[in-house]
């Protein structure tokens, strides 16, 4: 019983030396993180670091990126930076733009253009098929 006590003791201490070196410091030694704050609005710093890299509009991102976030649940949901993680879905949004034109659909590599094998692919094996040069 003793011993049960003395552990206690020891574990209450303990537990107060981290509070006073939290209140001291102002912060944990390692951050917890949260669930998107129920008001995460796009910030002069997230304008400026869309237009200095080039990508896309944070206002034309930020309702699918709240939506997204608020939809997830668990661990995946906790965030320990929100603007970090806001700054790498515009990073995405503008690779994402780049691979799909818009419509959920792979750019065409050539422009639209078929060259002699696309043309050969469609029209190897349709009997009396025209093919024109």
Not at 92 to 116: C, F, I, M, S, T
């Amino acid at each position: 019983m003793e011993e049960c006590n003395k552990e206690s003791e020891t574990l209450t201490e303990t537990l107060r030396q981290r509070e006073n070196n939290v209140a001291a410091s102002g912060t944990t030694s390692a951050k917890r993180g949260s669930r998107l704050p129920e008001v995460f609005a796009v910030t002069d710093a997230h304008r400026v670091f869309a237009r200095d890299h080039g990508l896309p509009d944070p206002e034309g991102e930020i309702e699918k990126f709240c939506d997204y976030w608020r939809a997830q649940s668990g661990r995946q949901a906790v965030k320990a930076d929100w603007d970090a993680t806001f700054r790498n879905w515009l990073r995405r949004a503008a690779e994402y733009n780049n691979r799909r034109n818009g419509y959920g659909k792979q750019q065409q590599r050539n422009n639209g253009v078929r060259d002699d094998r696309t043309l050969d692919r469609f029209t190897r094996d349709v009997p009396g098929a025209i093919v024109s040069t």
